[in-house]
């Protein structure tokens, strides 16, 4: 699992990247660390949806982590909606490239899909990404990085316009992606100044050998006719990547 925890304006020395590598880690074996992602997985009493107003948008099934779709506009409801259809579009999503890793064909087909149903003149609009590649220690805190990772959740949840965070699993590499879609930048940056953030971004050094996090915009053409991803600019023309159909 990797975690939610570096928001869309952290850095590192040289960018958003940091290579902590030499840096001593915690406890934990690694077989524990490579099927954490199953524990946020699970199903508890409390982990009910409310149809029609609550939506399920990461791992984490409380009431805490969902979105209220009634606080956001049709378009990022309609995308929200859509992006329950994300999966992983190959094994090896932790190595390529972004817009390679992800089914974004099947999520924007579902997209069209709602658009139609609704009878909602779909315009081209963007969204805020954050891509988050990171290499585990080979021993860390389990616990802990679950604990940090789901707080995380929670105050990026209450700040509002978080459409989606999913995770997948460390490759025998301990490689993995992550990926936050939020409705702007501003959200994304709102989102990371809780306190259980700056925990996480003080655990970083524990965590990682290597992280890369980098913000993307997505834009969803009219009709939803064609996508594309891109460095983010604060130029809303700015856009860069090859549009798909």
Request: charged share 25%.
């Amino acid at each position: 699992m990797t975690t939610v925890l570096p928001p869309a304006g952290f850095r590192g020395e040289n960018g958003y990247s940091l290579d902590v590598q030499n840096v001593s880690g915690s406890h934990g074996p690694l077989e524990e660390t490579l099927s954490i992602d199953r524990r946020s997985h699970r199903l508890t009493d409390d982990a009910i949806q409310v149809p029609g107003r609550w939506l399920t948008v990461s791992p984490y099934l409380e009431r805490d982590h969902q979105l209220d779709l009634e606080s956001i506009d049709t378009p990022n409801r309609l995308l929200a909606l859509a992006l329950r259809q994300l999966q992983p579009a190959t094994t090896e999503y932790a190595k390529v490239r972004y817009d390679e890793a992800l089914d974004w064909r099947n999520i924007m087909s579902t997209l069209r899909i709602l658009v139609a149903t609704e009878g909602y003149r779909w315009t081209r609009h963007s969204f805020y990404v954050v891509e988050f590649r990171s290499k585990l220690k080979q021993n860390v805190d389990v616990d802990l990085l679950f604990k940090l990772d789901k707080e995380s959740h929670v105050e990026a949840t209450k700040s509002g316009g978080l459409l989606k965070y999913w995770y997948g699993t460390p490759d025998t590499e301990r490689r993995n992606l992550a990926t936050c879609l939020w409705r702007s930048r501003d959200d994304a940056i709102n989102g990371g100044l809780g306190p259980w953030h700056k925990q996480a971004r003080a655990a970083i050094v524990q965590m990682y050998e290597e992280i890369d996090v980098k913000g993307l915009r997505l834009t969803i053409d009219d009709d939803v006719s064609s996508w594309s991803f891109g460095p983010y600019s604060e130029s809303r023309s700015e856009h860069s990547g090859g549009a798909q159909s």
